[in-house]
């Protein structure tokens, strides 16, 4: 696929000799003379990379670098100028922009920067991406391991329910209690049931209570 690229200057014989190099190299490339055109022309394509001068008639490079790096995906921006101050640079590149580039410029050079730029903004949104999905299956990994600890242990109460005597009317899912029981021997028996409430329970049940269990905290932790 061809590199897209927006080229904006006013000076005529910049932005054309500019074109018409890149063009040559298979390059599919747009002009803008200032930044009202640029404007127009970022919202209509998706480009690869910004090419602008720094001063334009009707704004600054830098806010045409900074507008073009808050689109999705971002568009990198290389700045382009004739005089260029360290402040320049500086507010260049903490506005997002991928490079520099004093004028005169050879050609090729200016090509290889713009390739670069390219390629760091490619490699950038593919290890954004890659992050995002690991995310995404890791969080889809922990609700599995989250619905099997909770059909685990809402078998375990209904055997240890039945085993004591204690009969369970309802229980909601989707809470955070958890509770303890006193069986009618006095002793206790516990177990996990995260995200659960007991409602009712039978007349023999000695007491009901709020009780945080180390299976929530483990849960908490990715313990399941």
């Known amino acids: 696929m061809s590199t897209h690229i927006l080229v904006v200057d006013d000076e005529v014989a910049i932005h054309e000799l500019v074109a018409e190099y890149l063009r040559g190299r298979d390059w599919t490339v747009d002009v803008a003379r200032d930044g009202r055109e640029a404007r127009a022309l970022l919202a209509l394509h998706r480009y690869d990379v910004l ?10 490079g830098l806010d045409l ?16 100028t004739g005089y260029a101050t360290v402040d320049h640079v500086v507010r260049a590149l903490r506005l997002g922009a991928a490079d520099f580039v004093l004028k005169p410029f050879k050609l090729r050079d200016l ?13 950038q949104r593919e290890t954004t991406s890659l992050a995002r999905a690991v995310e995404f299956f890791s969080a889809a990994e ?12 809402g078998s375990l109460v209904d055997t240890v329910a039945a085993m004591d005597g204690v009969s369970y009317v309802e229980i909601a899912r989707g809470g955070t209690q958890l509770v303890q029981l006193g069986t009618r021997t006095g002793e206790v028996a516990e ?28 849960l908490r932790r990715g313990g399941f």
Not at 51 to 60: A, I, R
């Open 111 to 123: 090509h290889a920067l713009l390739e670069a730029a390219v390629v760091r903004a490619q490699q």
């Open 51 to 60: 090419l602008t001068d720094l001063k334009l008639p009707d704004t600054d």
């Open 191 to 218: 177990w996990p049931l995260p995200g659960a409430h007991v409602l009712r329970v039978s007349p023999t049940t000695a007491k009901v209570r709020p009780y945080v269990l180390a299976a929530e905290r483990a």
């Open 142 to 153: 922990v609700a599995e391991d989250r619905a099997a600890a909770l059909a685990l242990t």
């Open 65 to 80: 670098v900074r507008h073009a790096s808050r689109k999705l995906p971002p568009v990198p921006g290389v700045v382009m």
